[in-house]
C-alpha cells in the first residue's frame, strides 16, 4: 500500500511542476529576433566570422549565413531555448530538399543534429539557398 501511496505522490508532484511550467511559461522556444542577431552569434562562438548574405527562416527558429570569402555556411537553430550553432562546410551536407511551399528541409552528414525545416517568405529565396547547400554535398 506504501507504494501506491509513493508513486500517486510522484504523480501529483510532477503533474504539479509541469503545470507551473506551463502556467509560468518557462519553456518559451528561443527565437532569432534579426538577422543582425544570428550574426553576432555566429561572430562571438567562432571569433572573426565574416559574414556575407545571409537568411533567416520566418519563424525565426533558424538563420543562415555564408562566410564572406569562404567555404562555409554558418548555420544557428534554436532547440529549445538555447540555440545550436553548426558550421557547415562541403561534405557536411546530404540532402537539401524543397517543397512547393518554399519550405526548406536540411539533412547534415551529423547525427547529432536532426534534420530541420525552414520555411521561407520568397520560393526563390529558398531555392537559391537548396542550390547552395546541395552544392555542398560530397
Excluded: C, H
Excluded at 12 to 17: C, L
Excluded at 28 to 55: C, M, Y
Amino acid at each position: 500500500m506504501t507504494f501506491v501511496w509513493v508513486m500517486l505522490g510522484s504523480f501529483a508532484g510532477i503533474s504539479a511542476m509541469v503545470a507551473l511550467n506551463v502556467l509560468l511559461r518557462l519553456g518559451k522556444p528561443a527565437r532569432i529576433a534579426s538577422l543582425d542577431e544570428a550574426i553576432e552569434q555566429l561572430d562571438t562562438d567562432a571569433i572573426g566570422f565574416r559574414a556575407g548574405n545571409g537568411v533567416l527562416a520566418d519563424d525565426g527558429s533558424a538563420a543562415l549565413v555564408e562566410e564572406s570569402g569562404g567555404r562555409r555556411i554558418g548555420l544557428l537553430k534554436s532547440k529549445g531555448d538555447k540555440f545550436v550553432i553548426r558550421y557547415i562546410e562541403p561534405g557536411l551536407v546530404r540532402a537539401a530538399r524543397l517543397a512547393d511551399d518554399a519550405r526548406l528541409t536540411v539533412r547534415l552528414n551529423d547525427f547529432t543534429f536532426p534534420p530541420f525545416t525552414m520555411a521561407f517568405a520568397d520560393a526563390g529565396e529558398a531555392r537559391f539557398w537548396a542550390d547552395k547547400l546541395n552544392a555542398m554535398q560530397e
